[in-house]
T-cell receptor
Framework: ETGVTQTPRHLVMGMTNKKSLKCEQH?????MYWYKQSAKKPLELMFV???????ENNSVPSRFSPECPNSSHLFLHLHTLQPEDSALYLC????????????????FGEGSRLTVL | EDKVVQSPLSLVVHEGDTVTLNCSYE??????LLWYKQEKKAPTFLFML????IEKKSGRLSSILDKKELFSILNITATQTGDSAVYLC?????????FGTGTSLTVIP
């Protein structure tokens, strides 16, 4: 138990479906992140939210739409995905986003394994 | 372009062996370097390094950072099958964390 909870753990969807991934953290952190993890590739940062405000969007296609209603919750809305979007989607949080070396580490959820048919 | 490179990509050793995993980086604004262990679930935190030459140690695992040569190593002594995992290196630049591809370690009995 890392304090970051992701649901669902597994998701299979067709290319025309709309689904959402949910992330919740109970650590009192102010920054939350979505990462995509594909085989043989580094973790790819998708979005960063700091105090509910989006600070990074790493050229992510619009078929991925994030939402951060408060500092504890983060969603990733999925629409008309492609098979190459199949991957493990990891949510993470950290105490702060930027500044000193005391930012500390990222705490990860267990991921949502997405398969797009 | 900021990047983190890990080597080797994969490694197979026998129980009891000692392994050294490498992480080199090129970033414009270095804050800290972190090591994570990932089995079939969430990456779990191992070490955070901010200063050169100071070894961090936890049981059989240790790590050190060289900010002049821009690399870090993670050592695991007397490896066990439970050490089998992907080891991830990440660099915090202040506005995000850059990850390497990871090193996949397999320890065989």
């Amino acid at each position: 138990e890392t304090g970051v909870t992701q649901t669902p753990r597994h998701l299979v969807m067709g290319m025309t479906n709309k689904k959402s991934l949910k992330c919740e953290q109970h650590l009192g952190h102010n920054a939350m992140y979505w990462y995509k993890q594909s085989a043989k590739k580094p973790l790819e940062l998708m979005f960063v939210y700091n105090f509910k405000e989006q600070t990074e969007n790493n050229s992510v296609p619009s078929r991925f739409s994030p939402e951060c209603p408060n500092s504890s919750h983060l969603f990733l809305h999925l629409h008309t995905l492609q098979p190459e979007d199949s991957a493990l989607y990891l949510c993470a949080s950290s105490r702060t986003l930027s500044g000193s070396a005391n930012t500390g580490e990222l705490f990860f959820g267990e991921g949502s394994r997405l398969t797009v048919l | 372009e900021d990047k983190v490179v890990q080597s080797p990509l994969s490694l197979v050793v026998h129980e009891g062996d000692t392994v050294t995993l490498n992480c080199s980086y090129e970033v414009t604004n270095f804050r800290s370097l972190l090591w994570y262990k990932q089995e079939k679930k969430a990456p779990t935190f191992l070490f955070m390094l901010t200063s050169s030459g100071i070894e961090k140690k936890s049981g059989r695992l240790s790590s050190i950072l060289d900010k002049k040569e821009l690399f870090s190593i993670l050592n695991i002594t007397a490896t066990q099958t439970g050490d089998s995992a992907v080891y991830l290196c990440a660099v915090n630049t202040g506005n995000q964390f850059y990850f390497g591809t990871g090193t996949s370690l397999t320890v065989i009995p």
